[in-house]
């Protein structure tokens, strides 16, 4: 059974100045399907799934899990955040139990180049911070992922290894509230 970090379910929703992070909805089911069916989005994890399967296996409200929200804009989904334990068998971790906290994230095409995925991820982390003082958090992808690469740094995460895994070299890194950048208010928070 997966451990998730999130606060109790449903999680209360976070705001930014331009996105809601929310609990997923019944609404939200085309986008979560579009998501895990784009050739884009599944470049560096896996692949695509085929959108007949998605059709039959996404469940009427998907994502209801205490880890995720779903990002919003105007109401519509755009990606989404989870925030998970990584796996013990997994290789990668910053702590002799295992089991840290391990951020990741999927957005529609359309959305990225706008720094929706910044803006979410931080607001997630902040959230995270508050309610788990100290804890880090791991993220991980593949060295190929330009654009991952470029998120990682830019929302403080630092390289602490790298390896083979899923047939790919993979980057993994660690974030702790002290390392990200402050926000241009200076309180390296997002709004609420």
């Given at each position: ?36 069916a784009s050739p884009e989005v599944g470049a560096y994890v896996g ?89 880090p958090v791991v993220l991980c992808t ?51």
């Amino acid at each position: 059974m997966t451990e998730h970090v999130a606060d109790a379910w449903p999680p209360a929703p976070i705001r930014t100045e331009r996105l809601l992070l929310r609990p997923s909805e019944a609404r939200d089911r085309a986008a979560f399907i579009e998501l895990f069916a784009s050739p884009e989005v599944g470049a560096y994890v896996g692949g695509a799934r085929p959108r007949a399967e998605l059709e039959r296996a996404v469940p009427e409200v998907p994502g209801r899990r205490p880890s995720l929200f779903v990002v919003a804009v105007d109401g519509a989904m755009i990606g989404m955040i989870t925030l998970d334990r990584r796996a013990a068998e997994r290789p990668g971790h910053v702590r002799p139990e295992a089991g840290e906290a391990e951020l990741g994230y999927m957005f529609l095409p359309e959305a990225w180049g706008h720094g929706y995925a910044g803006e979410a991820c931080t607001a997630a982390l902040d959230r995270f911070a508050d309610a788990h003082p100290g804890e880090p958090v791991v993220l991980c992808t593949q060295t190929a992922n330009d654009r991952a690469l470029r998120l990682a740094a830019k929302l403080g995460f630092t390289e602490v290894e790298r390896f083979d895994e899923y047939g790919a070299e993979q980057w993994f890194g660690v974030w702790h509230r002290a390392h990200r950048p402050a926000a241009p208010d200076g309180t390296g928070r997002a709004t609420r």
